[in-house]
């Protein structure tokens, strides 16, 4: 069984995405973090995100690079979010997320395309998302308790920016695939949302 589990920045799908795995025995495969590294290899390179070529041999990173902490950083989500606009990039990771996506058994994967791209035929789809005052005061909740200090506002401005360039790329927009199921994350706590996931995907499944 393939789950797509796709939505905006910060709007729960890594954590319901993960929940959902360990709930059904599945793996799991975060995409986002393979157009982090992209854009943080860009950054090592010294190259620039909004350069397709430049973008595109970043897409040579060592696969240790995943495991680097920096990948989580809000710099790095910028530099992902613009290295994901070039179709090239889009088409070298492709690959990849498909081939987990049709390993025997299925996987979980959470992103922006899923649905959409990567795993149109899954039986189950999520798209999770919630308003963008409640994303950002979740970022800034986080960061905070990383020790991290960042105005509310900055951090708004930030997801905003990125959920426009997300939406509004031609090539694998943001978008809910037809036959998602939209799950609005808003007044939700932790446990609320992935207990809301788990009963949408087993009425999918009955
Ligand atoms: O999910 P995360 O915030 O880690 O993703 C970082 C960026 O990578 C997103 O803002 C988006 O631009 C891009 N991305 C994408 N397609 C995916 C996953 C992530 O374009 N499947």
Same mark, same amino acid.
């Given at each position: 069984?393939?789950?797509?589990?796709?939505?905006?920045? %910060?709007? =729960?799908?890594?954590?319901?995405?993960?929940?959902?795995?360990?709930?059904?025995?599945? /793996?799991?495969? !975060?995409?986002?973090?393979?157009?982090? %590294?992209?854009?943080?290899?860009?950054?090592?390179? =010294?190259?620039? /995100?909004?350069? &397709?070529?430049?973008?595109?041999?970043?897409? #040579?990173?060592?696969?240790?690079? +995943?495991?680097?902490?920096?990948?989580?950083? @809000?710099?790095?989500?910028?530099?992902?979010?613009?290295?994901?606009?070039?179709?090239?990039?889009?088409? &070298?990771?492709?690959?990849?997320?498909?081939?987990?996506?049709?390993?025997?058994?299925?996987?979980? +994967? !959470?992103?922006?395309?899923?649905?959409?791209?990567?795993?149109? @035929?899954? /039986?189950?789809?999520?798209?999770?998302?919630?308003?963008?005052?409640?994303?950002?005061?979740?970022?800034?909740?986080?960061?905070?308790?990383?020790?991290?200090?960042?105005?509310?506002?900055?951090? @708004?401005?930030?997801?905003?920016?990125?959920? %426009?360039?997300?939406?509004?790329?031609?090539?694998? /927009? +943001?978008?809910?695939?037809?036959?998602?199921?939209?799950? !609005?994350?808003?007044?939700?706590?932790? #446990?609320?949302?992935?207990?809301?996931?788990?009963?949408?995907?087993?009425?999918?499944?009955?």
């Amino acid at each position: 069984m393939i789950i797509a589990v796709d939505g905006p920045t %910060a709007s =729960g799908k890594g954590t319901i995405a993960k929940a959902l795995a360990a709930h059904f025995g599945l /793996p799991h495969l !975060d995409t986002g973090l393979l157009y982090r %590294a992209v854009g943080r290899q860009v950054q090592l390179n =010294g190259g620039d /995100p909004d350069h &397709a070529e430049q973008a595109l041999a970043a897409c #040579d990173f060592p696969v240790d690079l +995943l495991d680097d902490d920096t990948l989580r950083s @809000e710099e790095v989500g910028g530099f992902a979010s613009r290295v994901s606009v070039h179709p090239g990039v889009r088409g &070298a990771l492709y690959e990849r997320q498909r081939a987990f996506a049709l390993q025997d058994g299925g996987a979980v +994967l !959470d992103g922006r395309d899923i649905g959409t791209v990567i795993a149109p @035929e899954a /039986p189950v789809k999520l798209f999770i998302t919630a308003s963008v005052a409640e994303r950002a005061r979740r970022r800034w909740l986080e960061m905070t308790g990383r020790g991290i200090v960042v105005p509310l506002a900055a951090i @708004e401005h930030d997801i905003a920016a990125r959920d %426009a360039r997300d939406m509004g790329r031609k090539d694998a /927009p +943001l978008t809910a695939a037809a036959d998602a199921l939209v799950l !609005d994350t808003t007044h939700f706590d932790r #446990d609320q949302a992935i207990e809301a996931a788990i009963e949408a995907v087993q009425a999918r499944i009955g």
